[in-house]
């Protein structure tokens, strides 16, 4: 399995000369299962736009490409009116939020309202693909990957969701929106038990997180405490707040290393292999 950040951001975009090297898209991860030479995307932040292009530019080898949404928030869903291959005639795109207890009753009306012609030149049905929505379960599947989602608390619990990916013997954790509001969250260390990558929500950092609390988010040093009660063997840390530029995320890093040396914050376009 391997994994390409294409949005690392999280709540809006940002750019200018100090967001470079981080980068300033919304969240979007592109997962490629490669046994099977099949990517499966997470959440359509603005990143999206340039997976899309990357796509299309590749000529789309896969007849059926799956998002999956760890929830609905603006910073997850913004770049999907700009994924070039929603675009093409007869391209299957699955759209598949998780968690079947979720109140999500008409997952499709999210992306048509979103694209409501007050909103966007070109309405969810005359974008040209196939679109098809999916309520998935605790307990699924992706391209012979077996997917676990977890309830997380970002505002709420169930307000997001975290899943795992166990792929033979390697395993993936993304939690993103994740919130420790009541100290470390066990379900989100249970779900992270052992895995060989674990992304995790850290935008703030421990001051911060003192006026934050309630804000959906997790502080850095969380998802250190959750790498290490985990014991997950690389910690990626993501979702990184607006007013953080480069240099700012540069100490924040060095801070995370020195807290959980397998550590490092997602930039965009970086890849890593899981496992
Ligand atoms: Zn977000």
């Known amino acids: 399995m391997k994994i390409k950040f294409y949005g690392v951001r999280g709540s809006i975009p940002v750019c200018g000369r100090e967001y470079e090297r981080y980068g300033g898209n919304t969240t979007c991860i592109s997962i490629l299962r490669e046994q099977v030479n099949r990517i499966a995307i997470l959440d359509a932040g603005t990143g999206i736009r340039i997976l899309g292009n990357e796509l299309v530019a590749k000529k789309l080898s896969q007849s059926v490409i799956n998002i999956m949404f760890t929830h609905f928030h603006w910073d997850h869903i913004q770049g999907f009116p700009f994924f070039a291959p929603a675009y093409i005639r ?39 693909a196939n679109f098809e929505f999916f309520h998935y ?49 066990k379900k989100i260390v249970e779900l992270a038990m052992g895995a060989d990558v674990l992304v995790h929500d850290g935008q703030y950092t421990p001051d911060e997180y003192k006026t934050h609390k309630g804000w959906g988010h997790s502080s850095w040093t969380q998802a250190v405490e959750v790498a290490k009660r985990a014991g997950v063997k690389k910690l990626i840390i993501t979702h990184h707040d607006p007013d953080h530029d480069d240099d700012f995320l540069d100490v924040v890093e ?22």
């Open 90 to 128: 007869n391209q299957h795109i699955g759209l598949l939020t998780m968690g079947k207890k979720r109140k999500i009753k008409n997952l499709k009306e999210i992306f048509s309202m979103q694209m409501q012609k007050e909103f966007f030149p070109v309405q969810l049905d005359k974008m040209g």
């Open 254 to 275: 060095e801070n995370c290393k020195k807290a959980f040396p397998n550590c490092e914050l997602a930039k965009e376009g970086m890849e890593v292999k899981v496992g």
């Open 137 to 185: 379960g605790i307990k699924e599947t992706i391209y012979g990957a077996k997917l676990k989602a977890v309830a997380q608390y970002h505002k709420f619990r169930g307000g997001s969701f975290g899943f795992r990916l166990d792929d033979d013997d390697v395993s993936l954790v993304v939690c993103t929106d994740v919130e420790h509001y009541r100290g470390i969250d």
